[in-house]
């Protein structure tokens, strides 16, 4: 006699979606309450940037002009804010040691405002301190003597997105010996 599996996994849990109606996804693409509506959904769990938001929609089938207009009610509401935004990204990626020139770069890829993301990286903690801490952490408190540990130190902290200067006060190194 065989043996019973008492697993379900046989019994094929995993469903194709069915090809919607044209005409529904069509009038769905125009319907800003349906927008609107996931739209508030969307930023119920998690806060968006308003570019953000709005390719968000546009990749859900939502018309791009409805989109723009739905984020820009969302906007006049104060329900979405960018500057609000890049503030909490800031604080959030620094706290994971991450430094300023990779998260403005990341704020510039979501669509933020360059101003706001200048004033929200201004506004966040001493990047120095931050370098220093992350180097620290990673690598002991015992500063590096030899270039080739140095280097690599400062590899690190590059790649994490801390400028020269950071990297310089973080590492104690003078990379250019001729000043």
């Given at each position: 006699?065989?043996?019973?599996?008492?697993?379900?996994?046989?019994?094929?849990?995993?469903?194709?979606?069915?090809?919607?109606?044209?005409?529904?996804?069509?009038?769905?693409?125009?319907?800003?309450?349906?927008?609107?509506?996931?739209?508030?959904?969307?930023?119920?769990?998690?806060?968006?940037?308003?570019?953000e938001l709005g390719q968000?929609?546009?990749?859900?089938?939502?018309?791009?002009?409805?989109?723009?207009?739905?984020?820009?009610?969302?906007?006049?509401?104060?329900?979405?804010?960018?500057?609000?935004?890049?503030?909490?990204?800031?604080?959030?990626?620094?706290?994971?040691?991450?430094?300023?020139?990779?998260?403005?770069?990341?704020?510039?890829?979501?669509?933020?405002?360059?101003?706001?993301?200048?004033?929200?990286?201004?506004?966040?903690?001493?990047?120095?301190?931050?370098?220093?801490?992350?180097?620290?952490?990673?690598?002991?408190?015992?500063?590096?003597?030899?270039?080739?540990?140095?280097?690599?130190q400062a590899r690190f902290?590059?790649?994490?997105?801390?400028?020269?200067?950071?990297?310089?006060?973080?590492?104690g190194a003078d990379f250019?010996?001729?000043?």
């Amino acid at each position: 006699m065989g043996t019973r599996r008492t697993s379900r996994s046989h019994l094929g849990t995993f469903r194709r979606k069915r090809a919607g109606d044209p005409a529904a996804a069509a009038a769905k693409a125009h319907d800003p309450e349906a927008a609107r509506a996931t739209a508030v959904y969307l930023l119920a769990r998690r806060d968006f940037a308003s570019g953000e938001l709005g390719q968000k929609l546009g990749s859900q089938g939502y018309d791009a002009a409805v989109a723009a207009a739905v984020v820009a009610e969302l906007v006049e509401e104060r329900l979405l804010d960018d500057a609000r935004y890049a503030e909490n990204y800031v604080a959030y990626h620094a706290g994971r040691g991450q430094g300023p020139l990779r998260i403005g770069a990341d704020l510039r890829s979501l669509g933020v405002p360059a101003t706001l993301v200048d004033a929200a990286l201004d506004a966040g903690p001493d990047w120095r301190q931050l370098a220093r801490t992350i180097r620290i952490r990673k690598f002991g408190e015992i500063p590096a003597e030899d270039w080739t540990e140095k280097t690599r130190q400062a590899r690190f902290l590059q790649y994490r997105g801390f400028s020269s200067d950071h990297i310089r006060a973080a590492t104690g190194a003078d990379f250019d010996p001729d000043s």
